[in-house]
């Protein structure tokens, strides 16, 4: 199966050198049949990048440890669900994962546009198939996930537990489809800039894509972020971290340019902009890829030093330099007749966000490479923390949220001063009245996040009034009673529509980062059994230490050591949590003893949560195993003593009985714990608003039914009278 | 399996073949029969485009963020433009089965309106 | 004043603001950050009072926790030179023998003392080509 999976890949690469040579036949000779050949290799591609990914699936899912990868990412302990996101935790397997992806949605791109933008299309595929040439050249021969060994092991490492999360298991695929999508519209760009064809038509045709790649992208990062929350022991989602910051920097420059094509669509300008824009974001999306494994920044996510590196940097510099030279030589095409009139107008307000974000990503790129930088410039690698990137993003996401709430009011071309007093009355009433409450409540205290609520106030009361008038707009049309008003409404305009509620989710999820930040009540504390301790307004208890042995496949899985805590508020009970510690088991029996192999693995922390509407109480523990350390080397002598008297059954009984005994002492004794303590205000704000965020933007990709009905129907009267015609 | 694998290639590689060729297999009639419907398909995008356009800036006038006098501007220069855009896609239909056609095209740009 | 003037004067006054206010973000990120250094560098040339971002290996068998407090030594990633560091705060879950971490520390006496909750453990195992025990 090995053999098929690898044949597979080269035909892959074989098919994108093909289809890249009969697209650019096709288009220098002007004969459509070759295109519509180097579109079907596309189609090919697709089909062998998903047969090969189904051969590592199912390697993985019937654990054949024959395959290396499969050995060294999985084993028959790990539960069947990320025994199959497994296969993507590895270099192979996720390089073939972006292949994949990359198929699905250049097949789906191409088929939908194959009757239109003649000239265009060939470019955009070959650039395209340029893509799947390089990472299929990649997985061929630099990562093959096909390799297998002559002697199968009979268990694998294991997937490491920290990964044994739902959101972790569909992270990975949502940001790499958010990066495929965007080469797409990259890909477009290109055509269009290369035949000169630089009318918004390239950008309606691949706006869809554009949206749903910063759709997936926005999805994995919330993901990853709930992830480190929710599963890591430090109780923080956002760290500024490299890989973190590399995922952002093409969500930035995607969300200015799903907002700057709306310019150019209405009134022609910043064609130059928005080229600019998709390209680098296509720049970024494969930067974004390439960090993750490259090892060039310090990175809790950035490992191995890998051969992947060189090909990779060849590939952004051609991308780089390429669109350099299709820019500058095109700018006349790219010239606009119409300016910004009016400092006051909707252009404007779209302008200034576009600043921002751009701002934004400039702020994070810098900061994620400064060390590469400092050491080009000074010598010396040198890092910039957290507080840095807060210093700065922080006030451009102020003035962020502040244009959210003025560019859907403001109106085009010039807003008057009457204009505008009676668009923004409401609005900024809803705002002042936000302020008051906050300074009652004694928020006054962070002045930032009193700014920031007050304007996500702003931003939210702007979006509910522009649903408001719009569903009075459509009455006074059509007569309709107001519910079904909205609803058609929205139908009709979902691009609108879906946006605002995006602003809203976004609005919600600052909310939440604001108060999070800058209200929270942490506390890092040593507890003995019965103690207690506070934790802003909750009383804390440690009632009694857990423990339990997990097995699956008659094999331990698991060791967890957990406690159980009781949370009141001046005397009225509130939760239960029970944070815990899960041990898994090395394979390095030499190096630790058939006993202690069980406590050297990994150890995970399982977080006690208790999440609400207003406030988040969670707790993470690291329980003292040093106590057993006399227990486990005894344990260890006597499996060795007595190894050669033994049968392998009498032995594995032995074993269960000694870390059974281990596991009821700990429960029986245990030593103080080291526990981390978070009271933390409107986190939940932060999911509801990153759901808002999603389902504003499925909103806005749905295509419109009677669209497509309409495209259809016309078809078809055309192909009646082309046959009429031939016959 | 060590036979069989290579096998499965080979007749991957045949249907990859297959499925990619087929276009160059075909006549110059298909040929020139899909760059008219090339040209088709742009013109109803630019149509559909337009139509959005058309009923965004009477949306955007009815909620207020157009002035009357802009927007009358604006609406009359796109229908104008959208005129020119079925003025094309009529052309390029053939004469005879012009009313089928227009019929459903018609009655949705007065849908959209 | 006619509009193309307006709009000239409008573009300089941008690219002003956006000049300062890009020459602030890099002078502060020359002062505000910290160098970035192996133990070896360390040992080398470290000055006192002077924050760093260490990174190395955990030497094995070096790692010593109490209270809540973990003493450990990093070498470098493939050599021997190696610092003592005493750590309080925060203890990832992939922390352990031989892990690579990134911790921030000060030069203390003639230890180093680690800024709290500043430990970061690199994910092991994955992307590495060498298989972790």
């Known amino acids: 199966m090995a053999q098929v999976g690898a044949g597979c890949l080269i035909l892959a690469l074989a098919t994108c050198v093909y289809g890249i040579g009969a697209s650019l036949y096709g288009a220098a000779t002007g004969r459509g049949q070759w295109v519509a050949s180097g579109r079907r290799s596309v189609y090919a591609l697709f089909l062998l990048a998903a047969a090969a990914f189904a051969v590592l699936e199912v390697a993985f899912l019937r654990s054949q440890f024959e395959f290396a990868i499969v050995a060294s990412h999985s084993s028959t302990t790990t539960p069947p669900l990320y025994r199959a996101a497994a296969a993507w935790s590895s270099q192979e397997g996720s390089l073939l994962l972006w292949l994949f992806l990359l198929g699905l949605w250049s097949s789906l791109a191409l088929f939908l546009t194959r009757r239109r933008l003649r000239d265009v299309v060939p470019y955009a595929q070959a650039v395209l198939l340029g893509f799947g040439a390089f990472f299929a050249a990649l997985l061929v021969f630099a990562a093959n996930p096909f390799e297998t060994a002559a002697l199968a092991p009979s268990e694998g490492v294991g997937l490491n537990p920290l990964l044994r999360y739902p959101a972790m298991m569909i992270h990975p695929p949502m940001l790499y489809s958010g990066y495929t999508l965007f080469a797409v519209p990259f890909a477009f760009a290109v055509g269009a800039l290369v035949v000169r064809r630089v009318d918004a038509e390239w950008i309606t045709a691949t706006r869809r894509f554009g949206l749903a790649a910063w759709f997936f992208l926005g999805v994995g990062i919330i993901l990853g972020a709930r992830w480190s929350y929710a599963e890591l022991g430090w109780g923080g989602y956002w760290a500024w971290d490299p890989v973190e910051n590399a995922s952002l920097l093409p969500w930035l420059t995607g969300t200015a340019f799903i907002h700057s094509v709306m310019i150019q ?31 060039i920044l310090d990175s809790i996510h950035a490992f191995g030093a890998s051969t992947l590196g060189v090909p990779f940097v060849t590939l952004i510099a051609l991308m780089i330099v390429g669109s350099l030279y299709l820019v500058v030589s095109r700018r006349d095409a790219l010239r606009t007749e119409h300016r910004v009139d009016s400092l006051l107008s909707r252009e404007a307000a779209f302008l200034g966000n576009n600043v921002v974000l751009v701002g934004l990503a400039f702020v994070v790129f810098w900061g994620t490479f400064f060390p590469l930088i400092s050491e080009a410039v000074t010598g010396q690698k040198a890092a910039v923390g957290p507080p840095w990137f807060d210093r700065y993003t922080v006030p451009l996401a102020l003035v962020l949220v502040l244009l959210t709430g003025i560019g859907p009011v403001i109106a085009w071309r010039r807003a008057t001063w009457a204009n505008a007093r009676r668009a923004f009355a409401l609005p900024a009433a809803a705002g002042v009245v936000t302020l008051i409450a906050l300074l009652a409540l004694g928020v006054g205290a962070s002045v930032t996040s009193l700014i920031m ?9 702007v979006a509910l009034q522009e649903l408001w008038r719009g569903t009075a707009a459509r009455r006074a049309m059509s007569g309709e009673p107001a519910p079904l008003a909205l609803v058609s409404l929205v139908r009709r305009n979902r691009r609108r529509y879906g946006g605002y509620l995006v602003h809203v989710g976004v609005a919600v999820l600052f909310i939440g ?11 890092d504390t040593r507890l003995q059994v019965g103690q207690s301790t506070r934790v802003g307004p909750y009383d804390v208890r440690y009632v009694r230490a857990t423990s339990g042995i997990d097995v699956r496949a008659g094999d331990v899985e698991r060791i967890r050591f957990g406690t159980v805590l009781e949370v009141t508020m001046d005397g009225r009970h509130v939760t239960t949590l029970g944070p815990d510690r899960s041990y898994y088991p090395s394979q390095a029996i030499l190096a630790f003893g058939p006993v202690g192999r069980y406590f050297e693995g990994e150890a995970t922390s399982d977080v ?21 350390q006399p227990l486990i080397d005894k344990g260890d002598r006597l499996l060795e003593r007595t190894a050669s008297r033994l049968t ?20 029986q004794d245990p030593p103080p714990a080291q526990f981390r303590f978070l009271a933390s205000p409107l986190v939940s704000w932060i999911w509801a608003g990153g759901l808002l965020v999603f389902a504003g933007g499925l909103i806005a990709l749905w295509p419109a039914a009677d669209a497509a009905r309409r495209r259809a129907r016309a078809g078809y009267a055309a192909r009646v009278a082309r046959e009429l015609g031939r016959a | 399996m060590d036979v069989l694998a290579p096998l499965v290639v080979i007749a991957l590689l045949g249907l990859v073949v297959l499925l990619v060729s087929a276009p160059l297999r075909g006549g110059r009639a298909e040929a020139e029969a899909q760059r008219q419907d090339a040209r088709l398909a742009d013109l109803q995008a630019a149509k559909d485009a337009k139509y959005r356009e058309i009923r965004e800036a009477e949306l955007d006038y009815r909620t207020g963020h157009l002035s009357e006098a802009d927007w009358r501007l ?30 459903p095209q018609a009655a949705s740009g007065r849908r959209g309106g | 004043m006619d509009p193309s003037r307006k709009r000239r004067i409008r573009l300089v006054v941008a690219l002003t603001a956006a000049i300062l206010l890009a020459s602030a973000l890099v002078y502060t990120s020359f002062s505000a950050s910290s160098a970035s250094v192996s133990p070896s560098g360390l040992l080398r040339s470290a000055g006192a009072g002077r924050t760093y971002q260490l990174t190395g290996k955990v030497v094995d068998g070096s790692i010593r926790r109490t209270g809540d407090r973990t003493d450990f030594r990093v070498r470098d990633r493939n050599g021997g030179a190696s610092v003592a560091v005493r750590y309080t705060g925060e203890v990832p879950d992939p922390f352990r023998d031989g892990r690579e971490v990134i911790v921030t520390v000060r030069k203390q006496g003639d230890g180093f003392v680690g800024e709290r909750d500043s430990l970061v453990t690199k994910c092991p195992s994955k992307f590495s080509d060498k298989q972790q025990a």
């Open chain 2, 74 to 103: 604006i609406d009359r220069q796109l229908r104008a433009e959208a005129v020119t855009i079925l003025r094309r896609i009529d052309e390029l239909a053939e004469p005879d089965p012009r009313p089928a056609e227009r019929g």
């Open chain 1, 608 to 628: 006690g949560l208790k999440a609400g509407p207003l406030r988040d109480i969670w707790t993470a523990v690291q329980p003292d195993t040093s106590r057993l």
């Open chain 1, 648 to 667: 392998p059954r009498q032995r594995s009984i032995l074993l269960a009985q000694i870390l059974g005994g281990l596991v009821s002492r700990y429960a």
């Open chain 1, 265 to 295: 669509e209405k009134r022609g300008m910043l064609k130059v902009w928005n080229a600019s824009l998709v390209l680098t974001t296509g720049i970024l999306a494969v930067l974004g890829t390439f960090l993750v494994r490259s090892g």
């Open chain 1, 453 to 461: 609520v007050t304007l996500c106030a702003f931003a939210i009361a």
């Open chain 1, 513 to 523: 980062v604001a108060a999070s930040s800058a209200f929270q009540h942490a506390q």
